[in-house]
């Protein structure tokens, strides 16, 4: 089956299958008077000028084209959502107050330990839909608000459950390691030892995971705690992921860099030598500017980072405490408007880099012979429209593996 999108007023993707840093991450190709062919939900070519015959026709009708969109750091899987904190902090309360009168993030892991398999499947298909319609085609979703051998099963479960019924390509990770539940508290040691004793072996025996993350901060796991985490997934084929210097610089940047993490998350507060430790090992930096605006936290460095060579990704963070967004869009709007990236690495950022710190840039993340058809047609004449623009949904239709799909 051949589908053919025509009438491209521009086409802006960027090229290749591994991600791009320094300059080479705003150079991107723009075509205008474009067409996309697909065969069996494949690119098969990418032109201008008059298009070759399919059996399908998507008419574009001059509107912008950019591959589908990849959001690369979500946590997708959790119950219950966390509206009744607004007005605490509204009223001044910390976040230590809040856990005390029975909220924060505990609070998601009591009802995520609550929520069975389906009901936890059928709340994140809807967040699914959601994202869809704003064009991500393909995202990444980690465990961690189960916090016990049995939940973060049960939630890598529901990622695999996901992916097999929703269009929507998902990677799973393990994040066992998210944060000390409380009823470890008095023994970190004994949990670090069930997550990297207990959960791995029986994550690698689930087989639904590919990547192993810690959130490396002050009051959760430290820098050599992090290390030994990450160290055991390697042992069982999980590929390091790690969230560090959202709120305090405590290394994380720098273990990243040394243990050859495929990407280090937030980095809000990354130091000098942390970016100096990516740029080295190969680190993709996967940037969640949608969190420092809601935690009215400052922004991270990227511009240093590109400067540094560090290829720069960006994310929702999509989760019920710190970000309950899932709107890649407004991440776009941050990354030129916060970050000081032009549209150009604003758009690698959120397809072929995000794509990259997942495992997926040979199938995804540009519009090219070979990967799949994965395509938004946006309402908007050219790329620095959907930059400009903010608040509004943008996209027209989505495209995924050459179908229509929203
Ligand atoms: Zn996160």
Not at 270 to 278: F, R
Request: some cysteine; overall charge negative; charged content about 20%.
């Amino acid at each position: 089956m051949k589908t053919i999108v025509t009438n491209i007023g521009m086409l802006a993707t960027p090229k290749g299958s591994g991600p791009k840093k320094g300059p080479e991450q705003g150079k991107i190709e723009i075509l205008k008077d474009a067409w996309v062919l697909m065969e069996d939900g494949l690119v098969s070519q990418v032109g201008t000028g008059p298009a070759p015959a399919a059996d399908q026709t998507i008419d574009a009708q001059g509107h912008l084209v950019t591959p589908g969109l990849v959001d690369a750091h979500t946590h997708l899987i959790f119950g219950g959502w966390r509206q009744n904190e607004l007005g605490m902090k509204l009223h001044g309360k910390t976040y230590l107050e809040i856990q005390n009168a029975g909220g924060g993030i505990q609070s998601t892991t009591n009802a995520t330990r609550q929520a069975t398999e389906e009901e936890l499947t059928q709340k994140a298909a809807q967040a699914l839909d959601e994202m869809m319609g704003f064009g991500v085609t393909t995202m990444e979703a980690k465990s961690g608000y189960g916090l016990a051998t049995e939940h973060e099963l049960k939630a890598l479960q529901v990622i695999k459950n996901l992916n097999d019924r929703h269009a929507m390509d998902i990677v799973a990770t393990f994040m066992g390691a998210h944060l000390v539940p409380a009823e470890y508290k008095a023994n970190r040691a004994e949990y670090i030892r069930l997550v990297c004793e207990e959960m791995m072996p029986k994550v690698k025996e689930q087989g639904i995971a590919k990547y192993c993350d810690v959130f490396c901060e002050a009051d959760t796991f430290t820098m050599e705690e992090s290390r030994q985490v990450l160290e055991a997934g390697l042992k069982y084929g999980l590929t390091p992921k790690i969230h560090a210097d959202e709120i305090e610089a405590i290394g994380g940047s720098q273990l990243a860099g040394e243990i050859g993490a495929i990407s280090a998350e937030h980095l809000i507060v990354c130091p000098p030598e942390g970016i100096a430790s990516m740029a080295k090992g190969g680190t993709i930096a996967c940037l969640l500017p949608a969190t420092s605006f809601y935690l009215g936290a400052v922004f991270a460095p990227a511009r240093d980072m590109v400067n540094a060579g560090v290829p720069v990704a960006m994310a929702t963070d999509f989760n019920p405490g710190s970000c309950p967004c899932l709107n890649l869009q407004f991440v776009i709007n941050l990354g030129c408007l916060k970050y000081k990236l032009t549209p150009e690495e604003v758009l690698t950022a959120v397809t072929l880099n995000a794509a990259s710190a997942i495992g997926m840039a040979d199938k995804v993340g540009s519009l090219e012979p070979g990967k799949q058809g994965d395509l938004v047609i946006w309402d908007a004449p050219d790329l620095d429209y959907i930059c400009y623009r903010m608040g509004s949904n943008l996209v027209r239709s989505v495209v995924k593996k050459g179908a229509v799909v929203r």
